[in-house]
């Protein structure tokens, strides 16, 4: 078991004094209370301090006080230079209050590990604000993969962030809202050591990056999985699968399309190599999420194939208006089939019936 680390904090002589463990618990106790003349930073600073106290009480009345400062006092703190261990802290004891979260997500001060919390939770602002911070999405894989396994990321926030690594929605793929792909610009890719590990991230040497991967993973794999592509993925980050899925070959895409993180799924359905028989084949494929079958449905390309059409309306993982939009292309033999069919939703079989009624076929 590891130890944890020690948190060094930074105090002003007056400040110290009531957070010193060699202080009387008389006084910590008081000052656990928040009633301290000290500027709002350095309050809730002592209020942690002295949440980690050896005495019960103070430790209890710290954390009530820090948890309940005044609004002002509060917002005072989130915006301000505080310490990460005290923005983290508060992250965690305001996890259900979506615009105090909004605050730490914009203050700098935060740490990587505060912001692969908050892109974990449900407050969809929070999400977007994190998935906007493309240095640190460059910086701390964990992030990434906290917004694909999210079910607060929308599609536009896992578009943002995929476009960002360089995989661009395709023009073919049109949404059904088009108010759905309507989102802000990305920000913060200002700084050289960024736009530096961009290009990076994104090099085209597919061999190579095979090559390094192999190397850099060997000793972690047993002998017999040497070679083995299904092993190897186990061991790569979510970065690492994303670049996969974009540069990697037909077997690859197999294994990363049925990720369970959305940005690597989405990454492998969207990839400049995917075929025509592989999309062929997923649209029939009942182990991949509702979300690549969305995609492959919104992509005009894709869907001027009739095979294509007939596994999406076939599959009971298709989202439901999606599948009832293909049957009205469908021939007469194919609407029996899906008519009579026990494997899709009733209302896809319902609506197949309904097309025969009126074309007078029953």
């Not at 948890?67 to 006092?73: C, G, H, Q």
């Not at 965690?92 to 919390?117: C, M, Q, S, W, Y």
């Not at 604000?129 to 926030?157: D, H, W």
């Not at 049109?174 to 802000?184: H, M, R």
């Amino acid at each position: 078991m590891t130890t944890p680390a020690k948190i060094k904090l930074t105090l002003s002589a007056q400040a110290e004094r009531y957070a010193r463990r060699d202080a009387p618990v008389e006084v910590r106790r008081l000052a656990a209370k928040g009633a301290l003349p000290l500027p709002p930073v350095e309050l809730a600073t002592v209020l942690f301090a002295l949440t980690h106290d050896p005495d019960g009480e103070v430790k209890t009345r710290a954390r009530e006080s820090l948890e309940t400062l005044p609004d002002a006092v509060c917002d005072a703190v989130l915006t301000g230079e505080a310490h990460p261990a005290v923005l983290g802290y508060l992250a965690h004891a305001f996890k259900d209050h979506g615009a105090r979260l909004e605050k730490i997500a914009l203050n700098p001060a935060a740490d990587d590990r505060t912001f692969v919390f908050l892109a974990g939770l449900p407050h969809k602002r929070v999400v977007e604000i994190v998935a906007n911070n493309q240095t640190r999405l460059l910086r701390c894989s964990e992030i990434a993969e906290a917004l694909g396994e999210n079910p607060a990321a929308g599609r536009s926030t896992i578009d943002r962030v995929l476009s960002f690594l360089g995989f661009e929605k395709p023009v073919a793929e049109v949404y059904e809202d088009e108010s759905e792909a309507t989102v802000p610009p990305p920000s913060e890719l200002t700084d050289e050591a960024a736009a530096a590990a961009l290009r990076a991230f994104l090099g085209d040497d597919a061999s190579a990056f095979a090559a390094s991967l192999i190397e850099e993973h060997e000793g972690d794999l047993d002998p017999e999985d040497q070679g083995n592509l299904f092993a190897l993925v186990q061991k790569m980050t979510i970065m690492q699968k994303i670049k996969l899925a974009r540069m990697g070959n037909k077997e690859a895409r197999g294994l990363l399309v049925r990720d369970r993180n959305k940005l690597v799924s989405t990454a492998a359905i969207r990839s400049p190599k995917i075929t025509e028989n592989e999309v062929e084949s997923l649209a029939k494929a009942r182990n991949v999420s509702d979300e690549v079958l969305r995609i492959i449905a919104m992509n005009r390309e894709w869907t001027r194939n009739y095979t294509v059409k007939l596994g999406l309306a076939t599959n009971p993982k298709c989202p439901l208006p999606m599948a009832i939009k293909f049957l009205n292309f469908f021939h007469e033999r194919e609407l029996r089939q899906i008519m009579k069919s026990k494997d899709v939703p009733s209302a896809v079989s319902s609506h197949a019936r309904r097309l025969l009624a009126k074309k007078g076929k029953i």
